[in-house]
DNA sequence: GTCTATATCGAGATAGAC
DNA sequence: GTCTATCTCGATATAGAC
């Protein structure tokens, strides 16, 4: 075989590879794990069932890819705080981003969800050990901007697990969303309100003051 | 057939129905709709597996009847605010209603979000009828409290998406919340310190100042 | 590497004895 | 009303042709 046609096997695989995982992972946000079916994976992939089963091993082997997929996207995306930053910039910059990731990628907010809620059988060991390190880590930083007066001293720790919940829950619950708002979708003014809301509640909550207007005469 | 016998089989009914709703609330929320067998129903229930499908048509049928009954719960715990009541009370009677829902009924929140999360095949009418009205009602009384200056003008519907999505958190992402807490099971202390943090967030996100001494001075 | 055909199995639902 | 035995079906996974 050539050069040329090996390489480009490669990108067949890896384009193939990619195709199952993006819709294995709409599939799985839908029909949760044992909903989904290979069938509809490889319908939503344009591959016939069995090529499914080629590329990963079995559908439990395609769900922890997806899974970790969903990973990795969240730890490249969100890095450490860091205690040279503003506090005020640095808490909106995380909402932001966490609204984001909320509205670009639903689907994987869901089968993170669902996998959580199920009582994370496959995700466990990496909430005990990585995630707990990284809140940890960033817990000791808010401890520190709350000693210095920087901030209200929070619980960080909730702090961390309140912007998730309400971050995600636009990707979470957004039929929910959809219902009560009498949308059909979400729209960007929409994601904009959510992180403006949200904004809102974490800096007042932290004693950090909001951007605009409502900033109090300091006389 | 006596009425004393006619009564006891009326009893045995009411218990065996209730006995199948608590299991099946347990086995739902731990495998999802798919994932859910009447055989661990029935072991969990201490029937036979023929004696679900007595009581309940089928699968789905059951489904529905757990649905049904943690909507009626929802609906029968927390009613209507009213304007007359005081926005820093009612808020944390709110909250504190919420957050004892998600200790006590942990099963019940996570079958309600794994529906709404799969896209609310069952409750997607409830939600865009029963529940959008109920938010409507609510909403037209923490604007009016914003129109005469009782409160910030927070939007509301976006108030509750984040006051549920921050209570019911700490149920159905439970083993998230323990796993970074570094905790077997939380505690009551947990729940107590989760309730106060939220009530922080969202008295101060309203412009209401939380209770005890950081009240801050007039002067 | 790709796809068709099929073995296998688990689980929902039912028939019918008690 | 209750329970055992069984039917039936859908879906995973594999065997083997191409």
Redesign the pocket.
Known sequence: MTRARARK??E??QA?LQRILDAAEVVFSRRGLQG????EIAAGAG?????I???F????HLYRAVIDNIVQLWLSTLGDISPDHDPREALLHYVRLKVRLSKERPHASRVFAAEVLSGAPVIGRFLRTDLKRWVDRQAAVFRQWSRQGRMEPIEPRHLFFLIWAMTQTYADFEVQVQAVLGRRTLREADYARAERTIGALVLRGCGLVPRGPRRPNKS
């Open positions: 096997q490669a067949i695989r193939n989904a079916t290979i069938d591959l016939p069932k069995a090529n089963l080629y590329y091993r079995s559908k439990q």
